[in-house]
């Protein structure tokens, strides 16, 4: 099928789950009624994503508080309860950041449980999301290594463990979210292109990294007011992504000053096209959809055009999110008619 469908990854969490429009909520439960409301937020998110007709799913990131936190927080050597507050995205906001204290292992399986339960769900074809080395460095604080480079690999180890096991359990997908790629040019030209296939080498299921310019939260939102009317960031990426290991490179394009020209820097990819403005919460139309998507085209074969958010939905009220989904289907349906 043409212009098949898919997320970025997170959708909002329910009220019920835990605390609405926040990247970092509280739960509202604990012990086993906080796994069955996570597992009945999951039978919402598959659903809503059916119902839009989106092809290629996800579990909507229901069981994690935040996109890396929750798999690296899980990992032997990171110490959730050591917080530091300190500058990421290269200063351009704070976090309160845990601490990685020792060797990092994964000493147990992560996310597998719940992507069994997914895949139990739905018979849709299943992506899961992991968050990229440079990213999880970028958000912790290093009291160990001393190195960002040293750190991205034990965590790149650690990541292709988890996907491993992650096929073996019938995920069709992984996708490695690697924002940070958008600010530290240098260092993924010296280390990162090298960590992010290190994740993927050899795996046994589709492989893309997702490479954005962030949420649609202030910090974000200041921070693009400044890159001016040309986001030249993508120019820098996107020829060392061309010759990296993932075979699907995740973009945004919807609503942004990207020029869509630096699709034709990536090589033979398939790419995850942006068509979805997740910084706005202006519900597109099918037509605004797939004007999106006839831009992606003049630059891409069409067996190339994927269509996606062009990040995730996590901090979105769950109305409007799910009907950007809705717009995101009949979109690529139209395209395809």
């Known amino acids: ?42 039978r919402i998110a598959l659903f809503e994503q059916q ?7 996800t579990d909507g990131e229901q069981s994690r508080r935040h996109f890396v936190h929750g798999f690296a927080g899980a990992l032997a050597g990171v110490d959730s309860d050591r917080l530091v507050r300190r500058g990421i995205r290269g200063d351009r906001y704070e976090a309160d950041c845990p601490t990685i204290v020792a060797e ?29 080395p440079m990213t999880i460095v970028d958000t912790l604080n290093d009291a160990h290594y001393g190195s960002r480079k040293k750190a991205a690999f034990a965590f790149a180890r650690a990541i292709r463990e988890e996907i491993e096991e992650l096929a073996a359990a019938g995920i069709d997908a992984v996708q490695i979210d690697e924002p940070a790629f958008n ?4 260092e993924v030209e010296e280390w990162g292109i090298a960590a992010l296939d290190a994740c993927l080498e050899g795996v046994r299921c589709e492989t893309a990294v997702h490479v954005c310019y962030g949420y649609g939260v202030p910090a974000n939102l200041a921070w693009k007011a400044t890159l001016g009317g040309e986001w030249d960031q993508y120019a820098h ?17 919807a609503g942004s000053c990207v020029p869509p ?3 034709g820097m990536l090589g033979d990819k398939r790419v995850a096209v942006g068509v979805i403005d997740v910084a706005s919460d202006a519900i597109e139309t099918a037509e605004e959809v797939a004007a999106t998507i006839a831009l992606a085209r003049r630059y891409l074969a ?4 994927m269509c996606s958010t062009n990040c995730g939905m996590a901090p979105m009220d769950r109305s409007i999110a799910y009907a950007k989904l809705r717009a995101l289907g009949a979109g690529a349906a ?4």
């Open 1 to 42: 099928m043409l212009f098949p469908t898919t997320i970025a990854g997170s959708l909002p969490k329910p009220h019920w789950l835990a605390e609405p429009q926040r990247l970092w909520p509280d739960w509202r439960l604990g012990g086993e009624e906080l796994r069955d409301a996570q597992h009945d937020a999951v």
């Open 334 to 337: 139209l395209t395809r008619h």
């Open 302 to 305: 069409d067996e190339r055009v």
């Open 237 to 253: 990426l996107f020829p060392f992504l061309a010759q990296s290991k993932a075979g699907t490179v995740s973009m945004e394009l």
């Open 51 to 57: 119902r839009a007709g989106i092809d290629l799913v």
């Open 183 to 186: 600010v530290y040019f240098d």
């Open 104 to 132: 990092v292992r994964r000493s147990a399986p992560v996310h597998v449980q719940e992507m069994r339960f997914a895949r139990d769900a739905t018979t849709r074809r299943l992506k899961i999301t992991i968050p990229g």
């Open 261 to 263: 020209e630096v699709l």
